[in-house]
């Protein structure tokens, strides 16, 4: 496999992308926790046990979470630290598709892709969070490159260059599941058919495909053994495997089910695309034959079709709760959206001798002013700075008025890992993450309860007495003083006031 920059003075878009990734992401970046899976992750940087949820299951995320854990001696705040894994991912991703675009295409292609995914609304959004889509999303690229050049590469390359693609290959499919769990299972059947076509075309042997086993199998061991190590061995993660097993294997039973995973999925892609999505639907209907010949007859066409329509009919048929998970197969549209775009400025140029220009300023000056000035319902800077702006200041009035030693801080599931993770002093941190069906008592020495979100308990029938604390604008913090012959139990739906009960104290875990 040849490298596509034999000499350092090529290197400069290399670098220029790279400092556009890490600056845009850095300036922007959350400074909380904005889902519970983000607080999973913020946890386990100091304390990885899945029997405690800590990440959640499947609980494959070593890697990303040890990423996190190694940039703490950097960062300190584990937060800050998986942000940064986010924004490291980001640059190197920019990178990753220029050299891609240009190796597969021409220079044109590799800019466009680059600047599509710097300036992508959904992309840029989860660069600035402490979840692990974006290091995936960087992680498929690198799959993609090696999957062509295994498969065919360079026609006057040797077999050992091949060979040595099929390496790097099969030990990044196996690191990637240390990453998240989809990657390895939605890219497998692309690593299958690079080898398939080197077997083929004769670039391989049968010792290859078993050593290429053996290198899958020890990469993905790198991640697994502490993984199991952490959680009690492989016989208890298998156990807790399978509850996660049953909540993610259930199929769409409806049509409607489908269409919604549809439509879902849908908006995905055009909140990752955006405006590029405009030159890809002109290609799709003016280049229709020549698109479909690539697909059919060429390599490169091949591994992006593989690359996505796996995943795609996953997430179609089984399950998708996030735009995030979608970041398998969005390399693979990006790229094609940068031919698209590529293709359109070749039809306009003959009349139009700034076309290049023109339009790739209208493509991806359009998608970072939605990211950078559109509405907070969507996923945009907006977004970031509002939801830090609203549960900042929350976190902060209950340090203000609330003593840790005899206040219980609940929130709903979104936001729940929030007090464990910025509360971690106060009475029972965790009672968000123990709050369900079954009631649960609050130890004797609360005398406050305080709500941190709008959400939990928003019925009317719900409120029973709570008071209000003003806040910034019109909004309100509730909470729920105990009285001292009383004692609260929490659960699903309400909260009752109760005499007090001898009982055994609750059991918590150490919040990190």
Do not use: C
């Amino acid at each position: 496999m040849k490298l596509p920059y034999p000499a350092i003075a090529r290197l400069w878009p290399v670098f220029l992308l790279f400092a556009l990734g890490i600056l845009s992401r850095w300036l922007f970046r959350s400074q909380l926790i904005q889902e519970w899976d983000a607080g999973n992750f913020v946890m386990a940087v100091n304390h990885f046990d899945l029997r405690q949820g800590i990440p959640h299951l499947p609980g494959t995320f070593v890697l990303f979470v040890f990423a996190g854990r190694a940039l703490t001696i950097f960062w300190p705040d584990p937060h800050t630290s998986l942000v940064m894994v986010s924004v490291l991912a980001s640059g190197l991703a920019a990178v990753a598709l220029f050299i891609l675009g240009r190796a597969w295409f021409n220079p044109r292609v590799g800019w466009a892709a680059a600047l599509l995914m710097l300036s992508s609304p959904s992309v840029w959004f989860y660069g600035e969070m402490s979840l692990s889509y974006m290091a995936e999303f960087f992680w498929v690229i690198p799959i993609l490159f090696t999957a062509y050049y295994a498969g065919q590469g360079d026609r006057e390359a040797s077999p050992q260059e091949n060979r040595r693609a099929l390496w790097i290959l099969a030990a990044l499919m196996g690191l990637a599941g240390g990453i998240r769990p989809n990657t390895p299972v939605f890219l497998m059947p692309l690593a299958i058919a690079a080898l398939g076509r080197g077997l083929w075309l004769r670039k391989f042997s049968g010792r290859d495909a078993i050593v290429v086993l053996g290198i899958g199998l020890g990469s993905a061991l790198v991640w697994l053994i502490p993984m199991w190590a952490m959680s009690g061995g492989p016989l208890a993660y298998w156990h807790l495997l399978q509850i996660w097993m049953h909540d993610h294997r259930q199929a769409t039973r409806t049509i409607d089910d489908a269409l919604g995973n549809f439509t879902f999925l849908l908006r995905a892609i055009v909140f990752v695309l955006g405006f590029g999505m405009l030159p890809g639907l002109w290609a799709l209907g003016r280049w229709r034959r020549s698109l479909l010949s690539l697909l059919r007859q060429d390599w490169r066409g091949q591994v992006l079709v593989l690359a996505i329509v796996p995943g795609f009919l996953y997430f179609l048929a089984v399950h998708i709760k996030r735009q995030g998970h979608s970041f398998t197969i969005m390399p693979a549209l990006i790229i094609l959206a940068a031919v698209a775009i590529v293709r359109l400025v070749q039809t306009l140029e003959p009349r139009y001798p700034r076309a290049w220009a023109i339009v790739l300023t209208l493509v991806i000056g359009g998608n970072a002013a939605f990211f950078l000035f559109g509405p907070a319902e969507f996923r945009t800077r907006a977004k970031i700075q509002e939801f830090d702006r609203t549960y900042g200041e929350r976190l902060a009035v209950i340090r203000a008025n609330f003593p840790p030693t005899t206040t219980a801080v609940l929130a709903s599931k979104p936001y729940g890992r929030l007090p464990e993770v910025y509360l971690p002093d106060y009475v029972f941190p965790n009672l968000s993450d123990r709050r369900s069906e079954i009631p649960v008592s609050l130890p004797a020495q609360t005398q406050t309860l305080v709500f941190l979100d709008d959400e939990i308990y928003s019925k009317p029938e719900q409120d029973r007495g709570f008071q209000k604390l003003p806040l910034s604008g019109e909004a309100d913090l509730r909470y729920l003083a105990i009285p001292g012959d009383r004692q609260a139990v929490v659960s699903k739906d309400a909260v009752e006031l109760v005499e007090p009960i001898e009982t055994a104290p609750t059991p918590t875990h150490v919040t990190p």
